[in-house]
């Protein structure tokens, strides 16, 4: 066998001295074998290395995978990371491996990757939906029996359970939080494009905070962006508004980023920040950053729960988990509204130092 190639069933037989379809019937316990075969097919596996074709053995035998497909848009979002690791940890013990792969927000990218995981039979498959896609073409596997989940956003064109956080509520309890420490000009920064389920949530609870108070709703104050360089540029555009916001409410962990760094920059560290997800070292920050916190943990284990239960049967109508936020005060948000600042007092014309020494009972 040469030294730069896998292992094949072929290279276990010839090792052995048996027929393929010997090994075959070893590895997989679906023929007879003696014992002495078996020992000796099972210590030639062990010393060649040889992997089986978990893959192809399913899709022979019409069996599914011992796979879980997830699809997240972004690999480098550590919100997502958190939810893949909870959903790992809770399926491991049932002996499933999680696949995941990205689809960067975009449809066709996502169908790509579905497809692919389809492909390989997987026994579960979850999605974060992307903007725009449709996933119609899930109802026939659906309906054959495969557990779909949607996480974080509902999909379009299939009903299927779906595990998502408490946008509007979560926004509203940040903004709320705002309103309660005095500040009514409050900026709204999030995730584009506009019509993103988290992002509409989330400015709809925005909405509803300021309409509770009796603030009207300022389209000037709301900005949009998506990723960190455009949460700052938005930042900027929001602080040079001649009546500036006192307060910005930030509809994600990445427009956050955006915004500490802008006001960092700017030096307007007196204006109040509260962000819609939690961000790594926040109570390091100067001063520390106020959240309304997902529990993307608890979103992975409700999505992996509700999966397996499906896996192993259960057929009673299809429903949505909501995982509550919490708010977090940690400083940023508890920012008072800076005093005004006192009109700009001209000198008098015609005055001299020690004239002015002079009425304040001073000499030069």
């Known amino acids: 066998m040469a030294a730069n190639r896998r292992p094949t069933l072929a290279d276990v037989a010839r090792e052995v001295g048996v027929s393929a379809k010997t090994v075959s019937r070893v590895l997989n316990e679906d023929g007879p074998a003696s014992a002495q075969t078996r020992e000796q097919v099972l210590a030639a ?42 959903i790992e940890d809770t399926v491991r013990e049932r002996g499933l491996t999680l696949l995941m792969g990205s689809s960067a927000d975009d449809p066709e990218r996502e169908r790509a990757l579905t497809d692919k995981f389809l492909a390989r039979r997987v026994s579960i498959l979850m999605v974060v939906p992307s903007v725009g896609a449709d996933h119609t073409h899930l109802k026939s596997h659906r309906t054959a029996g495969l557990p779909v989940i949607f996480l974080d956003r509902p999909g379009v064109g299939l009903s299927t359970d779906s595990i998502v956080s408490s946008n509007r509520t979560g ?52 900005a949009n962006a998506h990723d960190q360089p455009g949460a700052e540029a938005a930042t900027a555009r929001l602080l040079g508004l001649t009546d500036p916001p006192t307060a910005l409410f930030a509809g994600n962990n990445i427009m956050a980023l955006g915004i500490v760094a802008e006001l960092a920059r700017s030096r307007r560290k007196q204006v109040a920040v509260v962000a819609f997800d939690d961000v790594s070292l926040a109570e390091a920050l100067e001063p520390a950053l106020t959240v309304v916190a997902q529990d993307p943990e608890e979103l992975g284990r409700a999505a992996a729960a509700t999966a397996l239960t499906r896996l192993d049967g259960d057929r009673t109508r299809t429903r949505t988990i909501t995982v509550p936020t919490r708010l977090i005060v940690r400083g940023s948000g508890e920012l008072p509204v800076p005093a005004p600042r006192p009109p700009h007092r001209r000198a008098v014309t015609g005055s001299s130092p020690e004239r002015d020494d002079v009425t304040t009972g001073m000499k030069a």
């Not at 893959?55 to 550590?78: C, K, W």
């Open 45 to 86: 596996v062990a010393k060649l290395g040889f992997q089986p074709n978990l893959m192809a053995r399913n899709i022979r035998v019409g069996g599914p995978d011992t796979t879980i497909g997830l699809v997240i848009p972004d690999l480098a979002n550590p919100f997502f990371g958190a939810v893949a690791r909870a």
């Open 171 to 222: 926004a509203h309890d940040g903004v709320a939080h705002l309103v309660a420490h005095g500040h009514r000009r409050i900026g709204f920064v999030g995730d584009l494009p506009p019509k993103l389920y988290t992002r509409r949530e989330r400015l709809a609870g925005y909405r509803s905070a300021l309409q509770e108070a009796g603030i009207p709703y300022d389209r000037t104050l709301v």
